[in-house]
């Protein structure tokens, strides 16, 4: 079992600090795979992905567009949390991994690409779409549309797993860092049309079967 396997990963210093490695969840047969940057506090402490406030912000958006989660699979390009302690130790700031946790965990991501394989991948956030398309994928620029895959450049230039296309959308955490419900509501709409693209894509693969 690969997350069996990556709970041993001591590939960068991030093992160290977090709780546990958490791994990607969903079913082996998914259509779409979702990607994130990596856990957050809530998840590094119960082992789930995306179960904290940002969970609950895709899953509202998915089930908005009309994409079952439970029919997904959906992971982190960094199997590990990592963060800073605040003065008084009493809560855990996320901090952005570095290249070098992106690469240690590439392994992990490619295992996971190649177990489930997936027809669409959704890259939520930079550090993810960097991860899966190279260093020079710009979100704000490229969100929204569907890209073939290959993709060009990056660590998966070279992939020959039958994935149709992947997507990049901002993270649900950059929609929750909004100062206000008004400018969070404004900043949802971005997940929502670009996942709206996803559930196209979907039910366009689903026909073809």
Same mark, same amino acid.
């Given at each position: 079992m690969l997350a069996k396997a990556a709970q041993r990963c001591e590939d960068c210093e991030l093992f160290a600090d977090a709780i546990?490695?958490? *791994?990607?969840?969903?079913?082996?047969?998914a259509l779409v795979m979702l990607v994130g940057e990596q856990p957050g506090d809530v998840e590094d402490q119960r082992g789930e992905t995306f179960v904290g406030p940002?969970?609950?912000l895709l899953d509202s958006v998915l089930a908005e567009v009309g994409v079952d989660r439970s029919a997904a699979y959906v992971?982190?390009?960094?199997?590990?949390?990592?963060?800073k302690s605040t003065a008084n130790g009493k809560r855990r700031i996320h901090e952005k991994p570095a290249a070098r946790h992106v690469t240690a965990c590439e392994p992990w991501l490619s295992a996971e690409l190649r177990a489930v394989r997936p027809r669409?991948?959704?890259a939520m956030g930079a550090t993810a779409a960097q991860a899966? *398309?190279?260093?020079k994928f710009r979100v704000t620029k490229q969100r929204g549309e569907l890209h073939s895959w290959p993709?060009?450049?990056?660590?998966?230039?070279?992939?020959?797993l039958p994935i149709d296309a992947a997507i990049a959308t901002i993270h649900p955490s950059a929609v929750l860092r909004a100062r206000t419900s008004e400018d969070r509501e404004t900043a949802r709409t971005g997940p929502v049309d670009d996942l709206r693209v996803v559930a196209g894509a979907i039910s366009s693969a689903t026909r073809q079967r």
């Open positions: 546990q490695t958490v *791994f990607g969840a969903g079913t082996s047969r940002s969970g609950r992971t982190n390009a960094v199997k590990y949390f990592r963060f669409l991948v959704v899966l *398309f190279g260093s993709p060009p450049d990056g660590p998966y230039a070279d992939s020959v």
